[in-house]
């Protein structure tokens, strides 16, 4: 299914307001064919924010772990949207190994400071927080929207720890320093887990907006209704986030 600017124009403006900080996973292969190719999105989701908005994408590098180098210029895992977010003009990313953010807006700088720790007061997701920030799910479910992480590490969820990753960090291929990065990960690598069990919960609480794009839908709510829920719902099941 082809999808055209106009069309995607007016589905991100149903569910973004102007001065929102928001940070989008997409998946847009699941959604149809964007005729003017991933560029129009970034420009009609910086339409969608304005001058006082904040777009933000996770650009993973878990290959990190095995390779021990990063740099600025290390391609994002996350997608095709966040790869290509990372090359846009004036985007500024975090110098972090395998969980980087990249951001463009009024705040970029402020959501891309380095982080040991998800519930770092400079933390990307903490911040957003801070800043009432949304999630924008485009194409996707709420199987990858990461913020549930932090109610994990909050509750020190036992099915987690905190595990150290270290290796360099290289600029123009060379060695420029070592890097590390604590993040509390899962103890079992074939535990099945996800923020999926969320998205009855916060749809049925009308805390969702939601429109339809191609084949896909466009999701967006406020990350801190999002993380309340996560909160409640794990300090009474410790197992909630566990693919049943």
């Known amino acids: ?24 996973h ?28 904040t777009i933000i994408m996770i650009t993973h590098t878990f290959s990190f772990s095995k ?26 990313r975090s110098c972090t190994p395998m969980v980087s953010f990249c951001a463009l807006g009024r705040l970029d700088n402020y959501f891309t ?3 040991n720790s998800h519930l770092d007061e ?27 992480h932090l109610s994990e590490e909050r509750l020190l969820s036992p099915h987690n720890f905190y595990k150290n990753f270290e290796g360099g960090f290289y600029k123009s291929g060379k ?31 009308n805390l969702v907006k939601k429109t339809k794009l191609g084949r896909g839908y466009l999701r967006s709510f406020k990350a801190r209704d999002f993380d ?3 909160m409640n719902e794990l300090k009474n099941n ?3 986030f566990l693919e049943k």
């Open 228 to 230: 309340n829920i996560c």
């Open 122 to 148: 400079t933390a990307t997701l903490s911040r957003l927080l801070v800043m009432d920030g949304k999630i924008l799910l485009m194409g996707i479910g709420f199987k990858k929207c990461t913020l549930y």
């Open 238 to 240: 410790q197992d909630f």
């Open 26 to 53: 997409s998946s847009l292969n699941r959604m149809g064919n964007f005729i003017n190719g991933p560029d129009s999105i970034i420009n009609c989701l910086k339409d969608a924010v304005g001058s006082g908005g």
């Open 67 to 92: 390779t021990k180098k990063f740099s600025i210029d290390s391609p994002s895992e996350s997608g095709v949207l966040s790869e290509f977010f990372r090359k846009y003009p004036n985007v500024k």
């Open 1 to 24: 299914m082809d999808i055209n600017f106009l069309d995607t124009q007016k589905a991100i403006k149903k569910v973004i307001n102007k001065g929102d900080h928001v940070l989008v």
């Open 175 to 205: 060695f420029v320093r070592p890097i590390s990065q604590r993040y509390f990960v899962r103890k079992d690598v074939n535990l099945k887990k996800n923020g999926a069990n969320v998205q009855s919960i916060i749809e049925n609480k």
């Open 113 to 115: 400071q380095p982080f």
